[in-house]
């Protein structure tokens, strides 16, 4: 199951934006899966709801879009770092 290699992966690096002390909350993760990727969207999106529900995220969803070709792009990571200027 590529998908579930793939959506650990991304919450590694979620991870590690995030930073050692954990400041800022990840709301939203945005993937782009092509095609052609070699990947299930619906699949993929199961597993980070899954692995994105638990510690140290909770609250954080993925946001999976098709597009054309063989694109696979962790697109955008959403944090809410309790900083209502920004």
């Known amino acids: ?21 954990g400041s800022g909350r990840l709301r939203l993760v945005g993937l782009q899966v092509g095609d052609d990727a070699g990947l299930e969207p619906e699949n993929l999106s199961f597993c980070l709801d899954a692995l ?3 510690p140290p995220f909770g609250e954080a969803r993925a946001s999976v879009e098709r597009c054309a070709g063989n694109v696979l792009r962790l697109d955008y990571l ?9």
């Not at 959403?78 to 920004?86: I, Y």
């Open 1 to 21: 199951m590529h998908e579930l290699s793939v959506a650990m992966e991304v919450c590694r690096m979620a991870e590690e934006r995030l930073g050692p002390d």
């Open 78 to 86: 959403e944090v809410d770092d309790g900083n209502p200027d920004n």
């Open 52 to 54: 994105l529900s638990q």
